[in-house]
């Protein structure tokens, strides 16, 4: 069964301090893997999109990266802000086909002062 | 700002009733693609649009239909509601139709059944 579980689900730090998030996920055929921050009640944004052959692609203090042996991927906050408040959500694409897009339920992520 | 509107922001009703979203993809954009989140939950994909034509369909209720106008503009007809269809809907619309590229959300909207 094509499943994408993300980890935690979620997650307080202070400001300034890095955090990781993961995502761990079943699909295949695999195409790529996005990731999502969304703020609360507002549509997602997308942050990086990796493909099987990339292992890390930045943007900005996020950096993701993806191990497609093992099936995981990574999201890196560096000094974490407090506008990084925000739910991550990890996108598996299947091959082709608009539905075969896998969503996680997300990582709630709070960063306090 | 995604260049994808969605109207309404909000939306209060009562169960039994009919509703109406709208969306408005980026210029350019062919496919629009509808999505539901609930309380606390991920986004579950409900169908898909490709130049005026259904592409693809997911979750999608019986009581839910959509379509895709010739000017790409797309509505969500939610009917007989209950009290669960409350959620967020978001639209969102990529430049192709049929291996998922870059998606550009909708800021969704809330309806609430009461």
């Known amino acids: 069964k094509n499943q994408v579980e993300q980890s935690p689900q979620s997650l307080i730090i202070l400001e300034g301090k890095n955090c990781t998030l993961q995502?761990?996920?079943?699909?295949?055929?695999?195409?790529?893997l996005r990731w999502y921050k969304q703020d609360t009640g507002r549509g997602p944004v997308s942050l990086t999109i990796?493909?099987?052959?990339?292992n890390t692609k930045s943007n900005g203090r996020y950096t993701a990266t993806l191990d497609a042996d093992t099936k995981q991927s990574s999201l890196h906050i560096t000094a974490s802000q407090l506008s990084d408040s925000a739910s991550y959500i990890c996108?598996?694409?299947?091959?082709?086909?608009?539905?075969?897009?896998?969503f996680g339920t997300g990582t709630r992520l709070t960063v306090i002062p | 700002d995604s260049g994808v509107t969605q109207t309404p922001k909000h939306l209060i009703t009562a169960t039994g009733q009919r509703v109406t979203l709208r969306c408005s993809p980026r210029?350019?954009?062919?496919?629009v693609y509808w999505y539901q989140q609930s309380l606390d939950q991920g986004l579950q994909f409900l169908i898909q649009?490709?130049?005026?034509?259904?592409?693809a369909k997911g979750n999608i209720l019986e009581r839910f239909s959509a379509q895709q106008f010739p000017d790409l503009h797309s509505e969500l007809n939610l009917s007989s509601l209950e009290l669960g269809d409350s959620a967020l809907y978001f639209c969102?619309?990529?430049?192709?139709?049929?291996?998922?590229?870059?998606?550009?959300f909708g800021e969704g909207s809330r309806l609430t059944v009461l």
């Open positions: 969102a619309s990529s430049p192709g139709g049929g291996r998922a590229g870059e998606l550009f």
């Open positions: 995502c761990n996920y079943t699909v295949s055929p695999f195409s790529n």
């Open positions: 649009y490709y130049n005026g034509e259904e592409r």
């Open positions: 996108v598996v694409s299947g091959e082709t086909g608009a539905n075969n897009l896998f």
């Open positions: 210029s350019g954009d062919l496919s």
């Open positions: 990796m493909t099987f052959s990339e």
